[in-house]
């Protein structure tokens, strides 16, 4: 059975910093794209990362540039984005998903037949 489990999430200050794990199973994430989504209430998703299958490139949109960082764990199965200098308004679920591809523009990140989706992690950034 495809499965993504995402983890780490929880309360964090402004400033602070978080590492989000996305764990697969069922197949092998060596083979795909995979992103980090987020959706806070009341606001439409936001793709905030993108990791190529082919040669591992690694694209952000403006809003998390240079605070956010994707990497993937083959050996592991499992897909991770750190998250440096967060701000209140980084609070949100974030969910993992994977697929043949993805890209991201100065506004956001954007799945390409994405068909695994994980169930989301709590982010909250408050003082």
């Known amino acids: 059975q495809v499965q993504l489990v995402e983890s780490g999430g929880g309360l964090v200050q402004p400033g602070g910093s978080l590492r989000l794990s996305c764990a697969a199973s069922?197949?092998?994430?060596?083979?795909?794209?995979i992103g980090w989504f987020r959706q806070a209430p009341g606001k439409e998703r936001e793709g905030v990362s993108c990791?190529?299958?082919?040669?591992?490139?690694?694209y952000y949109p403006d809003s998390v540039k240079g605070r956010f960082s994707i990497s993937r764990d083959n050996a592991k199965n499992t897909v991770y984005l750190q998250m440096n200098s967060l701000k209140p308004e980084d609070t949100a679920v974030y969910v993992c998903a994977t697929g043949p591809g993805c890209y991201c523009s100065n506004y956001g990140c954007y799945s390409l037949g994405f068909g695994s989706w994980g169930q989301g992690t709590q982010v909250t950034v408050s003082s």
């Open positions: 069922g197949f092998s994430l060596d083979y795909y794209a």
């Open positions: 990791i190529s299958s082919s040669d591992g490139n690694t």
